[in-house]
């Protein structure tokens, strides 16, 4: 499996953007996936998290509200709807992919972060006036 990451770019406080990160490969009802971020000088962290059942989903709580996580199956593509952006938001987007055992798991950070089997490319996003 490999994942693309795509839909970055540059926006002004306020629009939206939508990530999508394909998966090439079999398997993809099999993973949980998340979206992260990482802006310059920070550590990364992640802004998303989906099931691989597509029941579960988690946001801290700077996001929650403002960004959406969804998939589609079919596809074998996970959304990043963000819709309100802030400067702050600025930051290369990654998604990343973590088999699961159970439909309506949902790995935490680290669990991403020390075993995701999957890493995409990474996305610029950035906000500015």
């Known amino acids: 499996v490999q994942l693309q990451a795509s839909g970055g770019g540059s926006v002004q406080p306020g629009e939206s953007l939508r990530l999508s990160c394909v998966a090439s490969g079999r398997s993809f009802s099999d993973l949980s996936t998340g979206w992260f971020r990482q802006a310059p000088g920070k550590e990364r962290e992640m802004v998303a998290a989906i099931s691989r059942n597509g029941v579960t989903t988690w946001y801290p709580d700077s996001i929650k509200g403002r960004f959406t996580i969804s998939r589609d199956d079919a596809a074998t593509t996970v959304y990043l709807q963000m819709s309100s952006l802030k400067p702050e938001d600025t930051a290369v987007y990654y998604c990343?992919?973590?088999?699961?055992?159970?439909?309506?798991?949902?790995?935490?950070?680290?669990?991403?972060?020390?075993?995701?089997?999957?890493w995409g490319q990474g996305t610029q996003v950035t906000v500015s006036s």
């Open positions: 990343a992919a973590l088999f699961t055992h159970e439909d309506d798991l949902l790995p935490t950070f680290d669990s991403f972060l020390t075993s995701a089997d999957y």
